[in-house]
């Protein structure tokens, strides 16, 4: 759905307005997905890897960001700080063509990668990195229950631990052999402490 849109000059680009309801009758199916607080399976679960890759394509082609929101918990498929959720009808994801030049985005997945590929017109040499500061790390905690269907002395983990961090991402963007540094989000990502059953 994403692959071959083209923004023309100052047009703007909605993941959710170019995607669409995640629907079984189109296509989406059932995949985890946060839910507050919670990991559940979810429709369309998944989507957000999508929306994340073309996120980070993004700050890498220094196009102007609109509309972008992190997690509530860590990602595995991206940095922290370079992930884009989304949830129809709530979160978007949304930037801007700030460029002279239409702009056209290929996406494609293959061999479990995600690869989004901005195509742009270059009219200088810049070059954009990033980078993400940890201002704080929320270590989770173990919160033991006891359940007494099992045997003494045994134990299982209900819910793992999932560590939160505050972090902010800059972009590092050289042009003409000059650098600057610009803050591209603030992200704060929630911990989950961990709970283990033991039996009595």
């Known amino acids: 759905l994403v692959n071959g849109t083209i923004l023309n000059p100052g047009d703007e680009f909605s993941y959710n307005k ?35 890759t073309l996120y980070m394509a993004v700050l890498r082609a220094d196009l102007e960001v609109v509309e972008r929101h992190n997690h509530s918990f860590t990602v595995s498929y991206t940095p ?23 702009i056209k985005i290929l996406a494609e997945q293959t ?10 017109t270059k009219t200088s ?10 201002l704080e790390t929320y270590k989770p905690e173990t919160v033991t229950k ?22 902010k991402t800059y972009k590092q963007i050289t042009e003409n052999g000059k650098t600057t540094e610009v803050l591209a989000n603030s992200s704060t ?3 989950r402490d961990e709970a283990v059953y033991v039996g009595e």
Not at 80 to 102: I, Q, S
Not at 112 to 120: A, E, K, P, S
Not at 156 to 165: A, F, N
């Open 18 to 52: 170019v995607v669409g309801p995640r629907t079984y009758e189109r296509g989406f199916k059932d995949a985890l997905i946060y839910q507050q607080g919670e990991i559940v399976d979810g429709i369309g679960g998944g989507i957000c890897q999508v929306s994340s």
């Open 146 to 167: 006891t359940d007494s269907s099992m045997e003494a002395g045994d134990s299982r983990v209900e819910t793992s631990g999932i560590t939160g961090y505050s972090t």
């Open 80 to 102: 922290l700080g370079e992930d884009a959720t989304v949830d129809y009808g709530n979160l978007d994801f949304r930037f801007a063509n700030n460029t002279a030049y239409p």
């Open 111 to 120: 061999d479990g990668q995600m690869i989004m590929t901005i195509i742009g």
């Open 125 to 134: 040499d810049k070059t954009v990195t990033t980078r993400t500061e940890v």
């Open 189 to 191: 990502y929630s911990k």
